[in-house]
Antibody
C-alpha cells in the first residue's frame, strides 16, 4: 500500500488549494478514505472522511463548509479542496486509507500566510 | 463532538519499563478507539484499532484495553524504538477526534 500526497504550498489567507493523494497497492474504489492534519509542533486533527457506501462525507467542525473531500476512482486519487483558507489551517496534511485511518501517506505541507 | 482526554502529556521511562497511557472519552464510544505512534518528522503509524486489536506486524509488547469511556495502551517492556509520541483516536462517531498526545521520552 502506498499513499502520496501532493499540492501543498504557500497560499494567502482567503485563498484556495487542492490537495491530491495518489493511492496504489490496494483496491482504491473499495475503500473509505480520510484526511488528517498536524499544525507545526502540535497534535493530530482528524479533518474529513469519505465513505464508499453512498459517497457519504464527514468533516471536522473547523473545516465544514470550507473544505470538500472527493475522489476519482479512475485515477486512484483522493482530493481535498480547501477554500477560504485561514492561518490556522497551516499544517501538514495527511491522507489515510480507511475510515479508521489504518495507513497514512507522508504528508504535504500547507502554509497559509500573507 | 466527543472530546478525548489523553494522559499523561509526557512520560519519562527507561528501557525495560512497563508504561501505560490512558484516554478518556467525554461520552461512551463502545470499543471505537485506535492508538497511533508517531516519530519526529514521520507520519503516524497505527498500532491498534477497536481498542484492543493489534495491527499486523506490531510487537506483542503493545496491548490495548477498555470500552465505553476509558481506554489504556500498555507497553510491557519498553524498547529503544518505542520512544515516540502516542495518540488515541476515537472512531466510533463523526467527527472523529484525537487525544492530545503523549510524548514518551528516555529517562
Amino acid at each position: 500500500v502506498q499513499l502520496l500526497e501532493s499540492g501543498g504550498g504557500l497560499v494567502q489567507p482567503g485563498g484556495s488549494l487542492r490537495l491530491s493523494c495518489a493511492a496504489s497497492g490496494f483496491t482504491f474504489a473499495d475503500n473509505d478514505m480520510s484526511w488528517a492534519r498536524q499544525a507545526p509542533g502540535k497534535g493530530l486533527e482528524w479533518v474529513s472522511g469519505l465513505a464508499v457506501r453512498g459517497g457519504t462525507t464527514f468533516y471536522a467542525d473547523s473545516v465544514r463548509g470550507r473544505f470538500t473531500i472527493s475522489r476519482d476512482n479512475s485515477k486512484n486519487t483522493l482530493y481535498l479542496h480547501m477554500n477560504s483558507l485561514r492561518a490556522e489551517d497551516t499544517a501538514v496534511y495527511y491522507c489515510a486509507k480507511g475510515g479508521w485511518l489504518e495507513i497514512w501517506g507522508p504528508g504535504t505541507l500547507v502554509t497559509v500566510s500573507s | 463532538d466527543i472530546q478525548m482526554t489523553q494522559s499523561p502529556f509526557s512520560l519519562s521511562a527507561s528501557v525495560g519499563d512497563r508504561v501505560t497511557i490512558t484516554c478518556r472519552a467525554s461520552q461512551g464510544i463502545r470499543n471505537g478507539l485506535g492508538w497511533y505512534q508517531q516519530k519526529p518528522g514521520k507520519a503516524p503509524k497505527r498500532l491498534m484499532y477497536a481498542a484492543s486489536i493489534l495491527e499486523s506486524g506490531v510487537p506483542s509488547r503493545f496491548s490495548g484495553s477498555g470500552s465505553g469511556t476509558e481506554f489504556t495502551l500498555t507497553i510491557s517492556s519498553l524498547q529503544p524504538e518505542d520512544f515516540a509520541t502516542y495518540y488515541c483516536l476515537q472512531h466510533n462517531s463523526h467527527p472523529y477526534t484525537f487525544g492530545q498526545g503523549t510524548k514518551l521520552e528516555i529517562k
